[in-house]
């Protein structure tokens, strides 16, 4: 306060601009004025003014922080896309009390929550017409009323508004709200504890119509009032959509599947993730629809992102969406098609249940909605292996076939992966090509074998294709180099019994010997910790391949596909085809981005054969080689540890900051040549020329992207033995796998188990003596 007076001649009082409950405005100060002779005024009067001032000055300190609470609000709504009418935000700005903020804000508040001094809720209707809008987004005010100073975030829930996933079947039309408190800047998630504040609550509403609700109100433990007061129930008038048909159409203008990720500028997904059951999946910001079908979506602009798997050029567009019915075209374009030259695409490790899936209202979903997706991603072969969750439910899908569901070329078939029981804290097993889905002795899961090859001797004799899955778990190393020759903890379940099974072979369909182990997964786990086993193995003399997988939607729950392999096979495509592809190694796989077609040494393709040569002499290596790449680096995927997700991604493969990456050829695991290309799209034709002095095993790659199965060059007749060193590691990896194992095998098989791993040591200790000196 100043000039309250000087001497006996004050003629004002004066209350500056600077106290704080006029901080926001610009006005002239507050002046009160006084008689000439202000020692005239008897006393009391004089006081009386004084207090008068004080209480004024008083009254508006304390509406400042509701004032500026206020502001904020509006702003929040301009964020949402439900901006105040002009003179709403006129009127706001020029308000100086809370009774003037409130004439402004009342108008759009859904409910009014008084918090008493012993901090008890209470709840009544408020001012809001009770409108919403079919799958939109509609933002009310909450006024909240804050006697007891409450400093808790204002929690807003329904029983209306619980996700459908996980939702008890008769709940799910009940379950059609979905309500959010906007906490994002420029507000806070806390109340601010002053006496009047705003909050600002976003509905959804997945049904158009008359709809009720109840909204319960919560400030912090302690804080629900008795009798339900702090529960209101309100009945809304839903506004229909409108129906957005998508025509999706191919590179040659036929029908098609692709994935639509739609978002308001606010940046909220429709459909409401919160309010999809299957086809839609909960976990997606995607939805996948075909030519023809639609989209229901509130007025308003959006962003629509379609795409359809790594071989197409993705595409981001604005709509708006008016009154009446819409159509929206999508011709889509790749930029490769490796399908045209022979090379079919597949996941071998996809679940139709467990993980992101829900068990409620159904056990997962089925094989209309697996396609579904596989053929938004232009996925041709997917294995939709059932496993622990869910197990007896997903289990009466298994056929022996492909599923009645698939469409040429798209093809999905039910098989077994050992997870969630018998063997899995050896190692998950990936069982393709059952004919029979279950282990002799019972009908469920808990009968099933804890050794390893106790499952894989049943799986191979009825022809099945069989390896680990995410083989890179419990092979944790702390180096970046490939190979490497640190022993992993073998603690998890990916390839860690693949050390001793590879060792072994069991009795194929037709009784002869066959490898116990096909192939290991990768492109899910660490790159550096899948390889290096392979590659050791590889160094060992054993044929074991390579195959893609994304361990759909437990590794990863972006969308199926994100692990490949590119199987050449010659039409028609099968699913049987595929896995025989991948047994005999005439596959390379990869994230999609980059591609390694054709891959030839000395004129024998992957997978056909191997090249003999009389003496060490140099063979000519090849492939059809293609790359894409943004031109923009994505640093933050650059930036991270290989042993962070995504563990493949064509980034990763990125040359510094160009639109290069590096193809290398590699004998024995170990870079003999390389190429830099252009990863522009375009294919280019590749070739070295690559001494081989002994027997030994070549493929190529880009590390982070793809990588070929290998070819083997067999020199004066001799097996390859390749390193060592690899073998030293294997033979203590046996023992170290036996340190970590040996107390999940049963008793009753507990002598089989130490045979094993007594067959692998002495495999290793052979084929260490057989090899030359390096």
């Keep these: 306060m100043r000039n309250w007076g000087e001497g006996q001649h004050a003629r004002v009082l004066t209350i500056p601009p600077a106290l704080p409950m006029?901080?926001?405005?610009?006005?002239?100060?507050?002046?009160?004025?006084?008689?000439?002779?202000?020692?005239?005024?008897?006393?009391?009067?004089?006081?009386?003014?004084i207090l008068i001032v004080l209480s004024i000055a008083h009254a508006r300190a304390q509406d400042q922080p509701v004032l500026l609470h206020a502001r904020r609000v509006a702003e929040a709504l301009d964020v949402l896309g439900q901006p105040l009418r002009r003179e709403e935000?006129?009127?706001?700005?020029?308000?100086v009390t809370t009774d003037e903020v409130a004439a402004v804000l009342d108008r759009h508040c859904l409910a009014i929550v008084q918090i008493n001094p012993e901090a008890r809720v209470k709840a009544e209707a408020g001012l809001a017409r009770m409108e919403l809008l079919e799958t939109g987004w509609t933002s009310f005010l909450i006024k909240v009323v804050n006697e007891a100073g409450v400093t808790a975030p204002l929690a807003i829930s329904s029983p209306q508004a619980q996700p459908l996933a996980g939702s008890p079947q008769a709940a799910v039309q009940d379950r059609w709200l979905e309500a959010r408190v906007f906490d994002g800047r420029p507000l806070a998630p806390n109340l601010a504890g002053i006496p009047l504040e705003y909050r600002v609550l976003q509905l959804y509403s997945r049904d158009a119509g008359k709809r009720a609700a109840v909204l319960h109100f919560d400030a912090g433990q302690g804080t629900q009032d008795l009798g339900f007061r702090s529960d209101l129930l309100l009945t809304f008038d839903a506004k229909a959509a409108t129906k957005v048909t998508l025509e999706v159409l191919d590179e040659n203008g036929k029908p098609t599947?692709?994935?639509?990720?739609?978002?308001?500028?606010?940046?909220?997904?429709?459909?409401?993730?919160?309010?999809?059951?299957?086809?839609?999946?909960?976990?997606?910001?995607?939805?996948?629809?075909?030519?023809?079908?639609?989209?229901?979506?509130?007025?308003?602009?959006?962003t629509v992102t379609c795409a359809r798997g790594p071989e197409y050029l993705g595409e981001v567009r604005q709509i708006t969406v008016g009154d009446g019915p819409a159509t929206e075209r999508f011709a889509l374009k790749r930029w490769i098609d490796p399908a045209a030259a022979g090379w079919w695409s597949g996941d071998h490790h996809i679940h139709a249940a467990g993980c992101a899936h829900y068990t409620n209202p159904t056990e997962g979903v089925h094989a209309p909605d697996m396609l579904r997706h596989c053929i938004g991603e232009d996925l041709k072969i997917g294995a939709n292996l059932t496993w622990g969750p869910c197990f007896d439910y997903q289990k009466q899908f298994f056929t022996g076939t492909e599923d009645v569901v698939s469409t040429f070329p798209y093809l999905l078939r039910y098989d077994v992966e050992v997870s969630g029981f018998g063997s899995h804290q050896s190692g998950h097993l990936c069982l393709l090509r059952l004919k029979e889905q279950m282990y002799p002795g019972g009908d469920s899961s808990a009968h099933w074998p804890t050794l390893g090859l106790n499952t894989l001797r049943w799986a191979k004799a009825q022809g099945a294709v069989c390896g680990p899955a995410h083989s890179g778990w419990g092979l944790k190393c702390d180096t970046d180099e490939l190979p490497n020759f640190q022993i992993p903890p073998f603690d998890g379940i990916g390839a860690n019994e693949y050390i001793v099974d590879v060792t072994h072979e069991v009795p194929g369909e037709d009784g002869a010997p066959v490898p116990a182990v096909d192939f290991i997964s990768t492109v899910d786990t660490p790159i550096i910790w899948e390889l290096n086993i392979w590659y050791h193995t590889l160094n060992a003399g054993y044929r074991t391949r390579i195959s893609g997988e994304t361990d759909f939607p437990c590794i990863y729950g972006e969308r199926v596909g994100l692990g490949r392999s590119y199987v050449k096979v010659d039409e028609p495509l099968t699913y049987d085809k595929w896995c025989l592809g991948i047994r005999s190694g005439r596959n390379y796989v990869g994230d999609g981005h980059s591609h390694l077609m054709d891959f030839a040494v000395a004129g024998v393709e992957v997978g056909t054969g191997d090249v003999l040569l009389e003496k060490p002499g140099?063979?000519?290596?090849?492939?059809?080689v293609a790359a894409l790449l943004g031109e923009t680096p994505e640093t933050d995927l650059r930036q991270r540890p290989y042993w962070e997700k995504p563990y493949w991604h064509i980034e990763r493969a990125r040359l510094g900051d160009?639109?290069?990456?590096?193809?290398?050829?590699?004998?024995?695991?170990?870079?003999?040549?390389?190429?830099?290309?252009?990863?522009?799209?375009?294919?280019?034709?590749?070739?070295?020329?690559?001494?081989?002095?002994?027997?030994?095993?070549?493929?190529?790659?880009?590390?982070?992207?793809?990588?070929?199965?290998?070819?083997?060059?067999?020199?004066?007749?001799?097996?390859?033995?390749?390193?060592?060193?690899?073998?030293?590691?294997?033979?203590?990896?046996?023992?170290?796998?036996?340190?970590?194992?040996?107390?999940?095998?049963?008793?009753?098989?507990?002598?089989?188990?130490?045979?094993?791993?007594?067959?692998?040591?002495?495999?290793?200790?052979?084929r260490h003596a057989e090899c030359a000196d390096e």
């Design 89 to 95: 935000k006129a009127a706001l700005e020029k308000a």
């Design 658 to 766: 160009s639109r290069k990456v590096m193809v290398e050829v590699l004998v024995n695991g170990w870079p003999v040549g390389e190429r830099e290309i252009i990863a522009d799209g375009s294919i280019g034709q590749l070739s070295f020329d690559v001494p081989v002095t002994k027997s030994s095993w070549v493929a190529m790659r880009i590390l982070g992207s793809s990588h070929t199965n290998p070819v083997w060059v067999i020199v004066e007749d001799k097996p390859v033995r390749a390193s060592r060193r690899s073998i030293e590691w294997c033979l203590k990896s046996v023992d170290q796998c036996w340190s970590q194992k040996e107390r999940f095998i049963a008793p009753a098989e507990m002598e089989a188990a130490k045979a094993a791993y007594a067959h692998a040591r002495e495999a290793y200790r052979k």
């Design 618 to 624: 140099t063979v000519k290596v090849s492939a059809k």
């Design 257 to 302: 599947t692709a994935g639509f990720e739609i978002r308001d500028p606010a940046g909220r997904v429709y459909p409401s993730q919160a309010k999809r059951l299957a086809p839609d999946f909960f976990f997606h910001p995607q939805v996948y629809r075909a030519d023809g079908e639609s989209v229901d979506l509130p007025k308003g602009r959006f």
């Design 22 to 49: 006029l901080e926001s405005r610009k006005d002239v100060p507050l002046t009160i004025p006084f008689p000439s002779d202000a020692m005239k005024i008897p006393s009391p009067l004089l006081l009386t003014g």
